[in-house]
């Protein structure tokens, strides 16, 4: 009967797989050093990695004895152009076809944090493989995924997708549990480990099943560990009467995909705010605005922000914002002002805009409302009677030449309630010239405010 030996250990992770020679391989694992007078001949060398012959029993003894730390070490002297790949071979091998006690199996386990260090399971086999265990028939039909390529494959959502059904359930459940956390103050990875370990347990009792899925699992936290800080941050936002199931398992998939690769501290805590909020308001945060937000630049999130400034609200529509941009009458108005009336909205922003599906533009005829309008701008109403002078002699109030799509209400309600992106510097001028306009095409308007000196709400007529 054959056995996983040190020759087998040698042909699967090592061979081919180092620029380094037998001998100083052989030299590496046994000694610690590159060259040593204790290696025998090449000859030698050459038949014990082969497996035509095993290693000198008091190598063996003094191999058992070596410290784990010092094991990694001399894994690592050795320099493996791919460790992934020996990893993946070695677990296929242990896990289907030597038979081990559920002990160290277990212990492999453990040992499977392939992003943070291959060397650590590769140690863990190499020690195995001294004892020689025998190579059988495996008793248990489930494969062993290619776990480092199905997670780190270029394409993540892809990798995602790939999963089954129970691996998709225990992710979300693993995060889910994490958001569920009451204690915010200690809200760390352990409670995770926690839930995680409480899923497997329940939901996976045939051990090479439960192997197998924590193998992937614990690998997928390592890769999402990013994600998951940022959701910690979040926690303390977050209402007591929150729901995590109301959150949709493929927004879940989104969320982690995208958070997982941010790499800015800026970046970092928007989307640990995309999160509160989204948990605070199921369904407010689309997954196409998801991914908007993850591939936009920091000069498109500029863009936005600037546009916020000449938003007025729609008092008639619940929800309804509009970012009232008359760029067709006044070409150089957005861009060329100074100071606190300074707007630096271009149409070559608007166009950046546009292409991310966060606002339509209209340089042609402009948008408008039918009927009369009812806005808002801080705290100005502004009540203006349509007109028609329009072809088809129907009643409107002209906004200009801008809109937000859906995409871009929903980016914009984010924003207003951003703790790391301040309100928009609202100022009298921006208000003073869009009044302005309505006023040269001669629309009836009504203005009210409220005065502090006069502690009166004062109303201004226009064109009455």
Same mark, same amino acid.
């Given at each position: 009967?054959?056995?996983?030996?040190?020759?087998?250990?040698?042909?699967?992770?090592?061979?081919?797989?180092?620029?380094?020679?037998?001998?100083?391989?052989?030299?590496?694992?046994?000694?610690?050093?590159?060259?040593?007078?204790?290696?025998?001949?090449?000859?030698?060398?050459?038949?014990?990695?082969?497996?035509?012959?095993?290693?000198?029993?008091?190598?063996?003894?003094?191999?058992?004895?070596?410290?784990?730390?010092?094991?990694?070490?001399?894994?690592?002297?050795?320099?493996?152009?791919?460790?992934?790949?020996?990893?993946?071979?070695?677990?296929?091998?242990?896990?289907?076809?030597?038979?081990?006690?559920?002990?160290?199996?277990?212990?492999?386990?453990?040992?499977?944090?392939?992003?943070?260090?291959?060397?650590?399971?590769?140690?863990?086999?190499?020690?195995?493989?001294?004892?020689?265990?025998?190579?059988?028939?495996?008793?248990?039909?489930?494969?062993?995924?290619?776990?480092?390529?199905?997670?780190?494959?270029?394409?993540?959502?892809?990798?995602?997708?790939?999963?089954?059904?129970?691996?998709?359930?225990?992710?979300?459940?693993?995060?889910?549990?994490?958001?569920? *956390?009451? #204690?915010?103050? %200690? @809200?760390?990875? =352990?409670?995770?480990?926690? $839930?995680?370990?409480?899923?497997?347990?329940?939901? +996976?009792?045939?051990?090479?099943?439960?192997?197998?899925?924590?193998?992937?699992?614990?690998?997928?936290?390592?890769?999402?560990?990013?994600?998951?800080?940022?959701?910690?941050?979040?926690?303390?936002?977050?209402?007591?009467?929150?729901?995590?199931?109301?959150?949709?398992?493929?927004?879940?998939?989104?969320?982690?995909?995208?958070?997982?690769?941010?790499?800015?501290?800026?970046?970092?805590?928007?989307?640990?705010?995309?999160?509160?909020?989204?948990?605070?308001?199921?369904?407010?945060?689309?997954?196409?605005?998801?991914?908007?937000?993850?591939?936009?630049?920091?000069?498109?999130?500029?863009?936005?922000?600037?546009?916020?400034?000449?938003?007025?609200?729609?008092?008639?529509?619940?929800?309804?914002?509009?970012?009232?941009?008359? *760029?067709? #009458?006044?070409? %150089? @108005?957005?861009? =060329?002002?100074?100071?606190? $009336?300074?707007?630096?909205?271009?149409?070559?922003? +608007?166009?950046?805009?546009?292409?991310?599906?966060?606002?339509?533009?209209?340089?042609?005829?402009?948008?408008?409302?039918?009927?009369?309008?009812?806005?808002?701008?801080?705290?100005?109403?502004?009540?203006?009677?349509?007109?028609?002078?329009?072809?088809?002699?129907?009643?409107?109030?002209?906004?200009?030449?801008?809109?937000?799509?859906?995409?871009?209400?929903?980016?914009?309600?984010?924003?207003?309630?951003?703790?790391?992106?301040?309100?928009?510097?609202?100022?009298?001028?921006?208000?003073?010239?869009?009044?302005?306009?309505?006023?040269?095409?001669?629309?009836?308007?009504?203005?009210?405010?409220?005065?502090?000196?006069?502690?009166?709400?004062?109303?201004?007529?226009?064109?009455?």
């Amino acid at each position: 009967m054959p056995c996983f030996d040190f020759g087998l250990f040698y042909r699967i992770a090592i061979k081919g797989n180092t620029t380094r020679n037998q001998t100083s391989i052989y030299s590496i694992l046994t000694t610690g050093q590159t060259n040593s007078d204790k290696v025998p001949d090449k000859a030698i060398v050459s038949k014990i990695f082969s497996g035509k012959c095993g290693l000198p029993a008091a190598t063996v003894k003094a191999l058992q004895s070596v410290e784990s730390s010092e094991a990694k070490r001399r894994i690592e002297l050795l320099k493996l152009s791919d460790s992934v790949t020996a990893v993946n071979k070695l677990w296929n091998i242990l896990v289907h076809e030597v038979r081990i006690s559920e002990e160290i199996l277990k212990d492999l386990v453990d040992a499977v944090s392939f992003s943070a260090s291959p060397s650590l399971f590769l140690t863990k086999a190499f020690m195995l493989s001294l004892d020689g265990p025998e190579l059988v028939e495996s008793p248990h039909s489930y494969p062993v995924m290619d776990i480092w390529g199905a997670i780190t494959s270029p394409g993540d959502l892809m990798a995602m997708e790939q999963m089954t059904k129970p691996q998709r359930d225990a992710l979300i459940s693993f995060v889910k549990a994490y958001l569920e *956390i009451e #204690d915010f103050s %200690n @809200a760390t990875t =352990s409670h995770l480990d926690e $839930a995680f370990d409480s899923y497997v347990e329940k939901n +996976l009792p045939d051990v090479a099943q439960r192997v197998n899925y924590i193998v992937q699992f614990r690998n997928m936290k390592v890769r999402y560990k990013k994600s998951l800080h940022i959701i910690a941050k979040a926690l303390p936002y977050v209402r007591e009467d929150v729901r995590p199931e109301d959150l949709s398992t493929e927004w879940i998939i989104d969320f982690l995909d995208y958070s997982r690769k941010v790499f800015s501290d800026f970046k970092s805590d928007l989307w640990s705010e995309i999160c509160a909020y989204e948990l605070n308001n199921p369904g407010s945060i689309s997954r196409k605005l998801l991914m908007t937000i993850y591939l936009m630049s920091d000069k498109e999130l500029q863009a936005f922000d600037n546009l916020r400034r000449v938003c007025f609200t729609d008092l008639n529509i619940q929800g309804s914002t509009l970012p009232l941009v008359f *760029i067709r #009458d006044y070409p %150089n @108005a957005y861009s =060329s002002c100074e100071g606190s $009336a300074a707007l630096h909205i271009t149409t070559g922003d +608007l166009a950046l805009l546009q292409a991310d599906a966060l606002i339509e533009c209209n340089y042609e005829t402009g948008f408008a409302i039918v009927g009369d309008a009812a806005l808002s701008y801080r705290n100005y109403k502004v009540y203006i009677e349509g007109d028609d002078n329009s072809p088809d002699k129907v009643n409107r109030v002209g906004i200009g030449n801008v809109r937000f799509t859906r995409y871009g209400q929903e980016l914009f309600d984010l924003l207003q309630s951003s703790r790391i992106i301040p309100l928009p510097r609202y100022g009298e001028d921006i208000f003073g010239f869009t009044i302005q306009h309505w006023n040269s095409k001669k629309l009836r308007m009504r203005v009210l405010h409220y005065d502090p000196n006069s502690q009166m709400i004062v109303e201004t007529k226009y064109n009455y």
